[in-house]
């Protein structure tokens, strides 16, 4: 029998596969051709184009993943040097005056009775807290219900509110020794009031109004909606909402107002020089004068005859609105847990 010669699948120009069945089902030796060769892509071809754009995509990803790497890194170590830098700068200032302070405490700074050899800083520490009772019983009260007026009664971009918020910006940036010109100007000569402690005071209420007006507004911004509509829901009316509902919510961002304004009070002495006056003794009425610590700290270094004295008072002018800080976070924290249970 004649074995004919099959020719190969390429020479046919049918698929190896068809080819190689048909030989085996036919029983004939199958010759095989030129092994299949795998198609590659020709150069200019829109596969080799669409690689090359594949390519050149990752690496541009690669490279602005490595830029946007850069760029966290580098706006990290810039604020956390930062923060470096004014917490270095804050022990440094603590410790220079703790340093230069401590030595030159002697009991004798704490006589109720001020004399020209001891120099007591006790009458103008208790009324630094006097100034600080009074201002805040004056502008405490305006400050929280002009806030609760531009909350609650006004809409956000009325003309009451811009006007408000206009004025409180720019009382804000008054300097201080405009008030004191002021206070003396008005308080002092117009109304009579004389360089007292209520002089002193109504002028600490102008300067320290706009911070606290600010700080409450914004903690009654904070309190979420859903308190007041579910407060009204219930039946109470808006004045009952107000005092029962929002200003407890608000009550830690007010105290944080309130923690400002005291530091603000406490080391304030260029209005206070001009209204309060800066009599040493102890104060025992609204009409008397009175020295607080600052602007007995500021009389002493004036001097020059009392330097270490002066470093002891900035010691305890300092440890005093410390200790302020810490006994209102203390109240707001308390506050907080109590109201988140």
């Not at 020209?116 to 009772?133: H, K």
């Not at 209420?205 to 409450?216: D, F, G, M, N, Q």
């Not at 002495?269 to 004068?289: R, Y």
């Amino acid at each position: 029998m004649k074995t004919e010669r099959i020719p190969s699948a390429l020479q046919l120009n049918v698929p190896a596969a068809s080819t190689s069945a048909a030989a085996v089902s036919s029983g004939t030796p199958l010759e095989l051709g030129t092994p299949p060769r795998f198609s590659q892509p020709v150069p200019g071809s829109r596969r080799q184009k669409n690689r090359r754009k594949g390519q050149s995509s990752s690496s541009f990803r690669q490279g602005s993943t490595l830029r946007r790497r850069f760029a966290t890194l580098l706006q990290r170590g810039l604020i956390y040097g930062a923060a470096l830098v004014v917490a270095g700068f804050l022990f440094y200032l603590i410790a220079f005056i703790f340093v230069n302070g401590f030595p030159a405490l002697r009991a004798d700074l704490f006589s109720l009775v001020y004399t020209s050899e001891n120099v007591s800083m006790l009458p103008a520490l208790v009324n630094t807290g006097s100034m600080i009772l009074l201002t805040l019983v004056i502008a405490l009260p305006l400050g929280v219900l002009g806030a609760v007026y531009l909350t609650e009664y006004t809409r956000p971009k009325s003309r009451a509110a811009s006007l408000i918020a206009a004025a409180a910006e720019v009382l804000s940036s008054v300097p201080s020794i405009v008030f004191g010109l002021f206070g003396s100007l008005f308080f002092v000569r117009f109304l009579e009031l004389g360089m007292s402690l209520i002089s002193g005071a109504l002028t600490m209420a102008l300067i320290v109004l706009p911070l606290i007006l600010r700080t409450s507004q914004q903690a009654l911004s904070e309190v979420p909606q859903s308190l007041r509509e579910g407060s009204l829901a219930l039946g109470a009316g808006h004045l009952h909402t107000i005092f029962k509902v929002v200003l407890p919510a608000a009550f830690p961002g007010i105290l944080s107002g309130t923690i400002l304004a005291i530091g603000r009070i406490t080391g304030e002495s260029a209005a206070l020089i001009f209204t309060a006056g800066t009599a040493v003794t102890l104060v025992t009425g609204l009409d008397q004068s009175a020295r607080t610590l600052a602007v007995h700290m500021y009389s002493l270094a004036s001097e020059g005859l009392h330097i270490p004295q002066t470093w002891a008072t900035a010691l305890i002018l300092l440890v005093a609105v410390l200790c302020l800080n810490a006994l209102s976070a203390l109240i707001r924290r308390f506050m907080e847990r109590r109201q988140h249970g």
